[in-house]
């Protein structure tokens, strides 16, 4: 198969952006996770609007919702239209209900998306220790304080996680080591029965963040958030105690797109 494609690194969370119109995604998204040469831990795939008043929309490859691809995808958007300096662009992503918006800098590849809040938080126990949950459009982010980074222990947790009936079509496991401020992602793909130990991942970044300020009652907190690959820059708000809103940014290497026969 060939496929046009553009590979986007955020933090080493290496996003193939499939160009080419494809029928079945799932093989699609099989061949080019395997290909070694790409070293991809997801793919998305590219829909232009269909009228000049649409707007650009990534399907990602389990109809899962990923807050990196959406970064790497405003800033090709950004990019493939034209635009140059600071600009916001207007996409549509799998997992979102609304549009998302992206605040982008072409020329020196930052990208940064307000992703919307948590739409419910639970907790489950875990080795006798309280797992944070949090359930948002498109996956569901579950923190793991101190907990070792395995595929045991995720599988695990996967499994008290089916018992609460979520329906997602991603989960993560985000073991977050304290004493380091160092975070290791798990994130699992239903749709491509696939679990990858990923070198970022966004929205378990914004999970994160939200955590680590979960005692904010009033203003907007910072937090980077060290990964295997880099570091994401979360910014969480809140009144009166709830979260209003949520954004991840910082640095994308983006590709020129390029044709690969696989």
């Not at 300096?85 to 307000?114: C, D, F, N, Q, Y």
């Not at 989960?171 to 239903?190: H, S």
């Not at 679990?195 to 937090?223: D, K, M, P, Q, V």
Request: one cysteine or more; aromatic letters at 8%; charged letters at 20%.
């Amino acid at each position: 198969m060939t496929y046009e494609i553009a590979v986007a690194d955020p933090a080493k969370n290496i996003t193939i952006l499939v160009l080419t119109p494809v029928e079945n995604r799932e093989e699609a998204a099989r061949r080019l996770l395997a290909e070694a040469s790409l070293k991809a831990e997801q793919v998305g795939f590219v829909m232009p609007p269909r009228s000049p008043q649409g707007l650009w929309r990534l399907e990602m490859m389990g109809g899962e919702f990923c807050g990196n691809a959406a970064r790497s995808f405003g800033l090709f958007v950004a990019r493939k239209t034209g635009l140059s300096g600071k600009a916001e662009v207007i996409i549509e992503i799998s997992g979102m209900k609304e549009p998302l918006s992206a605040r982008v800098h072409v020329e020196e590849g930052t990208a940064e998306v307000r992703i919307p809040k948590p739409l419910s938080k639970d907790i489950l126990y875990f080795q006798g220790q309280p797992a944070p949950i949090y359930c948002f459009n498109g996956i569901v982010h579950v923190i793991a304080p101190d907990i070792p980074p395995d595929k045991k222990n995720f599988f695990a947790i996967k499994r008290l996680i089916e018992q609460k009936n979520y329906p997602p079509q991603a989960l993560g496991v985000m073991f977050y080591d304290q004493a380091k401020g160092f975070m290791i992602p798990g994130v699992y793909v239903y749709a491509t029965d696939s679990l990858i130990f990923e070198s970022s991942c966004g929205s378990g970044s914004a999970a994160l963040g939200i955590w680590l300020h979960e005692n904010l009652y009033e203003g907007t907190a910072y937090a980077n958030i060290a990964q295997p690959g880099g570091t994401i820059e979360v910014a969480v708000t809140k009144r009166n105690g709830g979260v209003c809103t949520v954004s991840i940014g910082g640095a994308v290497a983006l590709g020129k797109p390029y044709t690969l026969s696989i």
